[in-house]
Every structure is written in structure tokens, then in C-alpha cells.
């Protein structure tokens, strides 16, 4: 939460700071300190963009784990997932040249759509929206994983909120995902 505050003054505190702090955090034991150190990741690269590509494969390998983390384990495991989903999310939307999107966006794509932390839906969606939009060939190669997701998110049982889900209608009508 501080990272979003602080805005692109964090840069300065990047390397002896808040990357230690974010490996640290994801490699921690705790399921609820894996949660706030993915949000912390994401918010930094949103934050920092290009200026800490360098840093993406390490952070890239520190979330990975994250992604076997068992939904079953409660609320604090389906919002740690919610976040590492939504921290892709970011590092994507941040400098996309720099993610390797074969392998990072089918990951993505399993853990959709969020369990528990509704708070990251704008941000989740809007990636994905962003990549349809100018015609990723990674994201259009999903055409049907991402069916899927944006058809559930729009159900009538769905937690999406209305705008989003507006969104989602609209997308799901485009040629793209025909």
C-alpha cells in the first residue's frame, strides 16, 4: 500500500529496498505474506514500468510458486492466487516486450476468474481487454480459455462488477474471440 502511494518516488528505493522486500516476501512461509508481496511486485512494475525490467525475470521466478499455492487452503490461499494473477497482470500492462507471454499468460488464464480478491478484477480485465485490443498473438492463441473466463465472468452469479462485465460483453461480441 505504501508502493501505491509512493508512486515512481519508490524508484529510488527499488534496488535496496522494495526488490529485497518483494523476493523476501514471496519466498515467505506465510500465505498471507506471499499475498501482500505479489500485490507489492505488481504495484511496483505498474509504478516503475520499463525503468525495472532488468528485475522481471528474478521477480517472474519469485511468483512463480505462488501458482501451485492449493485454493483449497481458504480465503488467504484464493487471494494470494487472486494477486499473483493480478501482479502478471501489471508486470504485462507495464512493459509487455518484457514478459515471456507463452508461458506467463496460460498461467494467468488458470487461475481466472479471481476467487476472492475482486478488488484485482479492473486490473486482471483490463490486461486481458488490452491484449485483445491490439491483437496479441499469445492472447488471441487463447481465444477459447479466454471465452471461458469472460463467460463466467459475466454469469449471473459472477462478483464481477457492472462495468467490467459491460467490458466483457462487449469483447466477447468481437471478431477476435469468434
Not at 506465510?30 to 512494475?45: E, F, H, M, Q, Y
Request: glycine share 6%.
Amino acid at each position: 500500500e505504501i508502493a501505491q502511494e509512493l508512486d515512481t518516488s519508490i524508484l529510488d528505493y527499488w534496488q535496496s529496498v522494495y526488490l529485497p522486500l518483494c523476493l523476501a516476501g514471496l519466498g515467505d512461509q506465510s500465505i498471507d505474506v506471499k499475498r501482500n508481496a505479489a500485490l507489492c511486485a505488481g504495484t511496483c512494475c505498474e509504478n516503475l514500468r520499463e525503468r525495472i525490467v532488468g528485475d522481471y525475470p528474478q521477480l517472474l521466478q519469485a511468483i512463480e510458486p505462488l501458482f501451485a499455492v492449493d485454493p483449497a487452503g481458504g480465503e488467504s490461499a484464493e487471494a494470494c492466487l487472486d494477486n499473483s494473477a493480478a501482479c502478471l497482470a501489471r508486470m504485462i500492462m507495464a512493459a509487455p516486450g518484457s514478459i515471456p507471454m507463452p508461458q506467463v499468460l496460460p498461467a494467468v488464464l488458470k487461475l481466472l476468474p479471481l476467487k476472492s480478491d475482486m478488488s484485482e478484477n479492473e486490473t486482471v480485465y483490463n490486461c486481458l481487454l488490452g491484449l485483445i485490443q491490439v491483437g496479441h498473438q499469445d492472447a488471441l492463441a487463447q481465444k477459447p480459455e479466454l471465452k471461458r473466463i469472460f463467460t463466467a465472468a459475466i454469469s449471473s452469479d459472477s462478483k464481477v462488477d457492472n462495468e467490467i462485465q459491460e467490458k466483457l460483453k462487449q469483447a466477447l461480441g468481437l471478431p477476435a474471440l469468434q
